[in-house]
């Protein structure tokens, strides 16, 4: 593979991994996934037939008996009661994160057309926090979930939006990784290979376009002289002239 070829996929190597985790945190955070059982299983309820709930932070999917009917939580207050955890403090986690996942990807776009090493220390500190607020959001979800799963006997079925959402935090993280290695490669380097051979082609096109000194020929056609030749020349002219005036 050319070197020019494999500078820029390594440019765009984090706008990718970027990308994906971008998609991995929308998911997670959106997806009614957060905790999904089975409704029977609850105390208190009453219902004839089963029903299996699937909470995620912002709505509620309720599937069962050939029937699926998404509500959100200002529709079903009963619900509310069997959500011990408070909500907002999740939803503002998990935005936090997908925003600053969002900005990373747009500066490490910018780079990856600029080539400018600077903007490489924003992305660093922003995948990092994105992917720290993220995985605490998940950790402390887990723990309250499971916890409470335990003290009223709830069988749970897998939490498929945690499980996006902390994948994404852990892209986040090796992307983080990958752009903190490139910044120290470059540091390492003093600059990246591309803008030496750069600066190279260009020193030698402005030698190159540089303008020699010309002197119309008596044939009326322009030549290269040299700076000696032109001493000797206006030498030996200064001699003749000395002559003529002695023989004169």
Request: proline share 4%; net charge negative; glycine share 8%.
């Amino acid at each position: 593979m050319p070197k020019s070829t494999a500078n820029k996929m390594e440019k765009l190597c984090p706008a990718i991994f970027g990308i994906v985790a971008l998609v991995l945190l929308c998911t997670g955070a959106f997806s009614p996934g957060w905790l999904v059982m089975d409704l029977a299983e609850l105390q208190g309820y009453s219902g004839g037939s089963s029903l299996t709930v699937h909470l995620g932070l912002y709505y509620a999917v309720l599937t069962g008996n050939g029937i699926r009917v998404t509500i959100t939580y200002g529709e079903a207050p009963e619900l509310e009661k069997y959500i011990t955890t408070h909500l907002l403090e999740y939803q503002i986690e998990t935005i936090i994160g997908f925003v600053l996942c969002f900005i990373s990807i747009i500066i490490t776009f910018a780079y990856s057309k600029t080539g400018s090493i600077g903007v490489l220390i924003a992305p660093i500190i922003l995948y990092m926090l994105a992917g720290m607020i993220t995985l605490m959001a998940v950790g402390r979800w887990l723990t309250k979930v499971l916890l409470e799963a335990r003290e009223y006997d709830v069988t749970l079925t897998v939490p498929y939006s945690i499980i996006f959402s902390g994948l994404g935090a852990v892209f986040c993280v090796v992307t983080m990784i990958i752009i903190s290695r490139m910044l120290c490669k470059y540091n390492a380097v003093g600059q990246p290979q591309d803008d030496q051979e750069s600066s190279e082609i260009s020193e030698e096109s402005y030698q190159q376009v540089q303008p020699k000194p010309k002197v119309t020929a008596s044939m009326g056609q322009t030549q290269d002289i040299d700076l000696t030749t032109v001493l000797a020349y206006l030498t030996n002219l200064k001699n003749r002239d000395e002559m003529y005036a002695y023989a004169n």
